[in-house]
T-cell receptor
Framework: DTAVSQTPKYLVTQMGNDKSIKCEQN?????MYWYKQDSKKFLKIMFS???????INETVPNRFSPKSPDKAHLNLHINSLELGDSAVYFC??????????????FGPGTRLLVL | GESVGLHLPTLSVQEGDNSIINCAYS??????FIWYKQESGKGPQFIID?????DKRQGQRVTVLLNKTVKHLSLQIAATQPGDSAVYFC????????????FGKGTKLSVKP
């Protein structure tokens, strides 16, 4: 029944490692997103992606890369993890509508801790 | 309850009272706004939205008011319940092909039983 799901829920890893977070949506949406939420609860867009266009927030380091095997999945790969990468990462999706108004639906989050 | 400074603003209300959470948005060209509720350990959950051609919209126990003149958005929760305790975010859609959202800094609502 879960609309937007993420795995793992918790991820604890060492600095310098490479890790991936997976996201899947069963809503039939065409656009998916990754957000980072810091310790102050501030939510910031990292990427938005559909099968036609990837939009990258220019402040996101190139150690972060989204990978989409199909329309229902958008995974986040992180290379050479740093302490500052510790945060909660949220995946979201939104439908293609005839209007320009797109509500986004969020997953439960992945809590990443880099030691 | 506006999001200013480094600390998450907190609004504390008594159960049964009405709550008003405020948000100042940044882009005068934004044409769509959403309120999200985030409970502890969970992802943001859609509450209600409003388009810029409206100034008020009502849902179940919630009302969103939009004042484009001063770029202000508010969320009113009637008869606040303990289950309403959460962090509330406003988000504005600044357009573009992906409908990207800019989130405000959030307001923590605490409901006292």
């Amino acid at each position: 029944d879960t609309a937007v799901s993420q795995t793992p829920k918790y991820l604890v890893t060492q600095m310098g490692n490479d890790k991936s977070i997976k996201c899947e949506q069963n809503l039939g949406h065409d656009t998916m997103y990754w957000y980072k939420q810091d310790s102050k609860k501030f939510l910031k867009i990292m990427f938005s992606y559909n099968n036609k266009e990837l939009i990258i927030n220019e402040t996101v380091p190139n150690r972060f890369s989204p990978k989409s095997p199909d329309k229902a999945h958008l995974n986040l790969h992180i290379n050479s993890l740093e302490l500052g990468d510790s945060a909660v990462y949220f995946c979201a999706s939104s439908p293609v509508q005839t209007s320009d108004y797109k509500t986004q639906y969020f997953g439960p989050g992945t809590r990443l801790l880099v030691l | 309850g506006e999001s200013v400074g480094l600390h998450l603003p907190t609004l504390s209300v008594q159960e049964g009272d009405n709550s008003i959470i405020n948000c100042a948005y940044s882009n005068s060209a934004s044409d769509y706004f959403i309120w999200y509720k985030q409970e502890s350990g969970k992802g943001p959950q859609f509450i209600i939205d409003i388009r810029s051609n409206m100034d008020k919209r009502q849902g179940q126990r919630v009302t969103v008011l939009l004042n484009k003149t001063v770029k202000h958005l508010s969320l009113q929760i009637a008869a606040t319940q303990p289950g309403d305790s959460a962090v509330y975010f406003c988000a504005e859609n600044y357009g573009g092909s992906q409908g990207n959202l800019i989130f405000g800094k959030g307001t923590k609502l605490s409901v006292k039983p």
